[in-house]
């Protein structure tokens, strides 16, 4: 007769779930770091976009609540561990199917009522719609031209990005959940194409 | 005579911070990543201790505030862009100096209100006499040794440390601001170093 097993306790589970998490330090993106040296990763990513969120606090929109804007940005892009970065100018045709999958997988690590939170917190980001997830979205935007900029052109040089391709995928989700930090990049990406 | 400029804008001071702050993600720790591949860095370290916090809530002692743990998480290493990683069981002795020296001057490229409000958290975190202080630098001491299980021994085997020197170093310390994360801890580590 087998001895018997204890079923694993909550602090199991929120470990394993931990320990999965750190695959997301080996998950690259198509951007690079604002010296140029090397891909960004998505943790470092993650972590760079909550001190985003901390930081331009002030330019967040009345009613947006910065403490659930980091909490979204800290889980944000947990689901690339499976399904990998999907570079905003490359092709993207699985991705959602993908990322559904993931977060499926990913969160049922967790004790039942944890991940029915985070998984929640997980589509309001993925959905857009309220303003803590248009804000949040819109820093996910915003950082990367800021690194394209700093390292002379970066994702958009590799994919041959147009400016109005960055205005079309990137612009028009700034503008919407983040106006002045849009007005502040705007010109900095037209004379970037204009006279690189 | 000279073209009158303008000052820079907190926007433009905001920006400048985030950017300088890009530079942790070249910082690296004596930690290896949980699949031993590479060290880990302090920025992606930063964004696994939020995760830590955010999870791990539950084991928080009464009265911890865990939005402002991670807050204070978000920003603990950033002084390393001057500093450097202090390795647990390396040699610190002008540690302390260079991360105040470097805490005056990354955090005064902020908005005057700003740079105050983000040191006092800081210096919060660095005191370790408060409750959300307190649990905060339990998962900072608590996230490398469930890293050197993962991957084998990792830091530990690299500076022959012992045992002892794992429960006084980073044991009490874990113990005194997540009793239960220290439970569950201290017998693996004590299996690892009689059976490795
Ligand atoms: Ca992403």
Same mark, same amino acid.
Request: glycine letters at 6%.
């Given at each position: 007769?087998?001895?018997?097993?204890?079923?694993?306790?909550? %602090?199991?589970?929120?470990?394993?779930?931990?320990?999965?998490?750190?695959?997301?330090?080996? $998950?690259?993106?198509?951007?690079? @770091? /604002?010296?140029?040296?090397?891909?960004?990763?998505?943790?470092?990513?993650?972590w760079?976009?909550? @001190?985003?969120?901390?930081? @331009?606090?002030?330019? /967040?929109?009345?009613? +947006?609540? $910065?403490?659930?804007? $980091?909490?979204?940005?800290i889980?944000?892009? $947990?689901?690339?561990?499976?399904?990998?970065?999907?570079?905003?100018?490359?092709?993207?045709?699985?991705?959602v199917?993908?990322?559904?999958?993931?977060?499926?997988?990913?969160?049922? %690590?967790?004790?039942? &009522?944890?991940?029915?939170?985070?998984?929640? @917190?997980?589509?309001?980001?993925?959905?857009?719609?309220?303003?803590?997830? &248009?804000?949040?979205?819109?820093?996910?935007?915003?950082?990367?031209?800021?690194l394209? %900029? /700093?390292?002379? *052109? *970066?994702?958009?040089?590799?994919?041959? +990005? &147009?400016?109005?391709?960055?205005?079309?995928?990137? *612009?028009?989700?700034?503008?919407?959940?983040?106006?002045?930090?849009?007005?502040?990049? *705007?010109?900095?990406?037209?004379?970037?194409?204009?006279?690189?």
């Amino acid at each position: 007769m087998a001895d018997p097993v204890s079923p694993p306790s909550d %602090l199991d589970r929120q470990m394993a779930f931990l320990m999965e998490a750190d695959r997301l330090k080996s $998950i690259t993106r198509a951007t690079q @770091l /604002a010296d140029g040296s090397r891909d960004e990763n998505s943790a470092e990513h993650s972590w760079h976009l909550t @001190l985003f969120a901390l930081t @331009l606090a002030p330019q /967040a929109p009345p009613g +947006v609540s $910065i403490d659930r804007v $980091i909490r979204m940005l800290i889980l944000h892009d $947990i689901v690339e561990i499976d399904a990998g970065d999907a570079p905003i100018y490359g092709d993207t045709s699985t991705q959602v199917a993908d990322e559904l999958a993931a977060a499926d997988r990913i969160f049922a %690590l967790l004790p039942d &009522t944890q991940a029915r939170e985070f998984r929640a @917190l997980w589509d309001e980001f993925e959905a857009a719609a309220t303003p803590d997830a &248009t804000f949040a979205k819109a820093l996910d935007r915003f950082q990367p031209p800021n690194l394209n %900029l /700093a390292n002379g *052109g *970066g994702s958009w040089t590799a994919y041959n +990005v &147009t400016e109005d391709q960055v205005r079309n995928r990137i *612009g028009s989700k700034i503008e919407r959940g983040a106006p002045t930090l849009w007005a502040w990049l *705007g010109p900095k990406i037209a004379k970037f194409f204009t006279d690189p």
